[in-house]
Antibody
Framework: QVTLKESGPGILQPSQTLSLTCSFS??????????VSWIRQPSGKGLEWLAT???????GYNPSLKNRLTISKDTSNNQAFLKITSVDTADTAIYYC?????????WGQGVMVTVSS | DIQMTQSPASLSASLGETVSIECLAS??????LAWYQQKPGKSPQLLIY???RLQDGVPSRFSGSGSGTQYSLKISGMQPEDEGDYFC?????????FGAGTKLELK
């Protein structure tokens, strides 16, 4: 059974760095073809793909945010991570991690992140 | 980036009515197209992948079709539990991009 669960700080101030963790089970990020992605959704709005990391450690970033994003993984502990630097109120959203093939087949429940002074 | 133009933005259907949602890609995405349903306060659920393949556990009234740049999701017989938001996703080329979504309501 594949499960993913996101964790994060809940609330942070503008200019801080957001650190998110995706803890998953039921698959391994060392298996060929498997990737984990981060996607976010501001309240009442659509979905925005942020970043992906794959089994062989290749990484992809949304060009609109690329300079602010860092994705990484800990294969032995079944975790993936995302850091977003210099956050502002526009980064307030629900952040999801998901397993990616050529589509996202399993999603976490999401974690709400609020950026506020 | 590949742009995904999804239509309509909102839709109201009667019980048992057949519903269609469309996604148009700005270039050929070679059937790397998925459809999702999202209900309030929940994460998106995969309905269709590879344009026309039904995800395990999804009712057979959901179907997908299309190729090249044009894709559609059909719900054959609207049910109350089908209310929600629907999104398409292209996974052909980074960055992955979503359609803007369709809000489906029961009339």
């Amino acid at each position: 059974q594949v499960t993913l669960k996101e964790s994060g700080p809940g609330i942070l101030q503008p200019s801080q760095t957001l650190s998110l963790t995706c803890s998953f089970s039921g698959f391994s990020l060392s298996t060929s073809g498997i990737c984990v992605s981060w996607i976010r959704q501001p309240s009442g709005k659509g979905l925005e793909w942020l970043a992906t990391i794959c089994w062989e450690d290749s990484k992809g970033y949304n060009p609109s945010l690329k300079n602010r994003l860092t994705i990484s993984k800990d294969t032995s502990n079944n975790q993936a991570f995302l850091k977003i630097t210099s956050v502002d109120t526009a980064d307030t959203a629900i952040y999801y991690c998901a397993r990616r093939l050529h589509y996202f087949d399993y999603w976490g429940q999401g974690v709400m992140v609020t950026v506020s002074s | 980036d590949i742009q995904m133009t999804q239509s309509p933005a909102s839709l109201s259907a009667s019980l048992g009515e057949t519903v269609s949602i469309e996604c148009l890609a700005s270039e050929d995405i070679y059937s790397y197209l998925a459809w999702y349903q999202q209900k309030p306060g929940k994460s998106p659920q995969l309905l269709i992948y590879a344009a026309n393949r039904l995800q395990d556990g999804v009712p057979s009234r959901f179907s997908g079709s299309g190729s090249g740049t044009q894709y559609s999701l059909k719900i054959s017989g609207m049910q109350p539990e089908d209310e929600g938001d629907y999104f398409c996703l292209q996974g052909s080329k980074f960055p992955d991009t979503f359609g803007a979504g369709t809000k489906l309501e029961l009339k």
